[in-house]
């Protein structure tokens, strides 16, 4: 395969992952209209621990568990599990592009952190977090209909998030990636089949395979996006991941009749765009380093 169909192939993987997060998190915001939070949470990550060891544990067997980090290990688990409650019970109050485009602002974040661990950040890199910032302002202007606690939710998922991804980049050289991502969810399968037992309610037959499908949907997402990046580089897929703010409008609109406002759609668009100018600015840096 030459390089330009390599690149395309990636970016029809990444856009498929969009595709699959979106479904994933519209979907989630139908159940936790007819269930608790916790109980659709304690599903996906059931599903998703079930699945991990049916593909990989026969193939990899005791490797799957090991880690050579596993107080990292613990917290990037931690904070995984922190971004699915606070961003899912967001989805109860708050449409769902609305929520996607307040959670990627996830890079910004990160370079933010960078910062404040000694990495050097550049003036431009500074000025896209402040324009992502000001794109969130605008969907959450005050006056408007998200201008409510309740977006709080979103914004803490986003945080948490950024605390995942660093982890993630420290631990990616030690531990192997299925290891890291089957660690991760079995902590959050854990932690919530404790918070569950508090919030029990008996689904239907039909409503436990819809909560059984997140996990395969949010498992076949992650993975559909790290194959991505065999095929292309992180740069030339990054303007693609925003695609899944477009997706998430699509499903808010066919499962819920939801159209973002004039407002809302210019607040994406700024962030997507100071998201767009971060990646360009990274490769720029990785290109001048190599």
């Known amino acids: 395969m030459d390089n330009r169909h390599q690149s395309l192939y990636g970016v029809l993987l990444i856009l498929l992952s969009g595709i699959l997060l979106a479904s994933h998190d519209g979907l989630s915001k ?20 079930v699945l991990m060891l049916g593909m990989f544990a026969p193939r990899m067997g005791r490797r799957v568990f090991h880690t050579l980090r596993p107080w990292p290990q613990l917290l990037r688990g931690l904070s995984l599990v922190s971004v699915s409650i606070m961003f899912i019970s967001g989805l109860r109050y708050i449409p769902l592009a609305e929520a996607t485009a307040v959670i990627f602002l996830t890079p910004l974040m990160v370079t933010v952190a960078s910062a404040l661990l000694g990495e050097r950040v550049s003036h431009s890199q500074w000025l896209a977090v402040g324009v992502g910032l000001l794109g969130v302002m605008i969907i959450v202007r005050p006056g408007g209909a998200l201008f409510t606690p309740a977006v709080l939710l979103p914004f803490g998922a986003a945080i948490s998030f950024t605390v995942y991804q660093l982890l993630t980049r420290r631990l990616s ?73 477009v997706f998430a409008g699509i499903v808010g609109f066919i499962a819920f009749g939801h159209i973002p406002d004039v407002e809302a759609i210019a607040g994406m668009t700024v962030i997507i765009a100071s998201g767009l100018c971060m990646a360009y600015v990274q490769s720029r840096q990785a290109s001048r380093s190599a």
Do not use: C, E
């Open 173 to 245: 050289g030690t531990d192997h990636p299925v290891t890291s991502n089957f660690l991760s969810s079995l902590v959050g399968f854990l932690v919530m089949s404790v918070l569950v037992t508090f919030n029990w309610r008996t689904p239907s037959v039909h409503d436990a395979v819809l909560m059984a499908s997140l996990g395969l949907m949010a498992m076949s997402g992650h993975l559909v996006l790290t194959q991505a990046f065999r095929y292309a580089s992180a740069a030339s897929l990054a303007p693609f991941t925003y695609g899944q703010i």
């Open 30 to 49: 139908y159940l936790t209209q007819l269930y608790p939070v916790f109980l659709v949470v304690w599903a996906r990550y059931l599903a998703q621990v």
